[in-house]
């Protein structure tokens, strides 16, 4: 399988996803200054989503992900949301920073686009089959900005 013969360049575990560099590619947060900073309260967790929440935030404060933060401009909360397979996938709501965004200008691509400059190749993956989509890191500069907020505190 085409996976087994190139294992070395696809993610594995969490532990893996710390060596992906920021020179590679970064996200960068441009806001509309206009609009202040949202700083939103945790929501409260059903008891059982709380357990998996907990493990999530352990597991990736584990290989330095993200970590702790005491103050924070930018705050969002978590919230589940339940998957096709019946399992809680813990998700930040980034819905106020969203709005605070500046826009892209450049228009996404038509699929049918895309699709026809991959026509004609034996292979193409953009997964890391791990988590199924790459993580590309916030640029340091913006990190700030996707602070999220949960029962055991806020983190970056």
Known sequence: MLFDEFKDVFTWTYKNMK?????????????????PPAHQ????????C?????HDI???LTIRFFQPIEKAAWLSPIVIVPKKNNKLKNCEDFRKLN????????????SDEVLNTLAGYEAYSFLDRYSGYHHIFIAPKDRYKTTFV???????
């Open 19 to 35: 060596d992906i560099l920021l020179e590679l590619a970064q996200h960068k947060i441009e806001l509309d200054t206009s609009i």
């Open 99 to 110: 709005k605070a965004t500046k826009k892209n200008p450049y228009p996404l691509p038509f």
């Open 58 to 60: 352990d597991k990736l």
């Open 50 to 54: 709380a357990v998996i929440v907990k």
């Open 41 to 48: 309260a945790r929501n409260k967790l059903n008891p059982n």
């Open 150 to 156: 949960a029962n055991w505190g806020a983190f970056v």
